[in-house]
């Protein structure tokens, strides 16, 4: 079966760090581009990071950029977002997700999710 | 950054059709994804490119596109089709970034 399995949100502080994992399987995860969305409680999607199969290319949105790092490790199937200064607004539901890029940024495998709070 | 609007909500009698439509400048030279999340759950991908849908999908979904409006048609639309609908596409002004709608709230009546 395809699919991705996110893990190590929690409760932190604000200014505090806490890095996420996605555990991915069922499919030739060093073939694909990953990425991670977001979304706060009660709020829409909001895209966070993109990274390429091989890490070449690494995107992050502009408010998440200089705080937040994507990486992956394809010898593990792993895809991660080392997250620092976090600030109460980076409260939300961080899902995984893949890029199928057949034709744009379809993203068609998400994981259920892992949820970050930040709060004093 | 180029953005993506949804109407907040729509209504749809069961059974009848509707169409969830996304603006922006973006989708002159993407395509729209679009995707379908209930309750608690992540979203799925339910159509893509010009009008594509991924296996599972029932071909009741389809999309299209016009100058820079793409649209989400559910011919017939069932009750487990009750759920909120994102678009989204690459930022045509910020290279590589991927931008989301605000979501749609579709309710079968």
């Known amino acids: 079966e395809v699919q991705v399995v996110e893990s190590g949100g929690g409760l932190v502080k604000p200014g505090g760090s806490l890095r996420l994992s996605c555990a991915a399987s069922?499919?030739?995860?060093?073939?694909?581009?990953m990425n991670w969305v977001r979304q706060a409680p009660g709020k829409g999607l909001e895209w966070v990071s993109s990274?390429?199969?091989?890490?070449?290319?690494?995107y992050h949105a502009d408010s998440v950029k200089g705080r937040f790092t994507i990486s992956r490790d394809n010898a593990k199937n792993s895809l991660y977002l080392q997250m620092n200064s976090l600030r109460v607004e980076d409260t939300a539901v961080y899902y995984c997700a893949r890029e199928l890029a057949a034709v744009g940024t379809e993203l068609d495998v998400w994981g259920q999710g892992t949820t970050v709070i930040v709060s004093s | 950054s180029s953005e993506l609007t949804q109407d907040p909500a729509v209504s749809v009698a069961l059974g009848q059709t509707v169409r969830i439509t996304c603006q922006g400048d973006s989708l002159r030279s993407y395509y729209a994804s679009w995707y379908q999340q209930k309750p608690g759950q992540a979203p799925i991908l339910v159509i893509y490119?010009?009008?594509n849908r991924p296996s599972g999908i029932p071909d009741r979904f389809s999309g299209s596109r016009s100058g820079n409006t793409a649209s989400l048609t559910i011919t017939g639309a069932q009750a487990e089709d009750e759920a909120d609908y994102y678009c989204?596409?690459?930022?045509?002004?910020?290279?590589?970034?991927?931008?989301f709608g605000g979501g749609t709230k579709l309710t079968v009546l």
């Open positions: 069922g499919f030739s995860f060093s073939s694909y581009s």
């Open positions: 990274i390429s199969s091989s890490s070449n290319y690494i």
């Open positions: 989204n596409s690459r930022d045509n002004s910020v290279n590589h970034h991927v931008l």
């Open positions: 490119g010009k009008n």
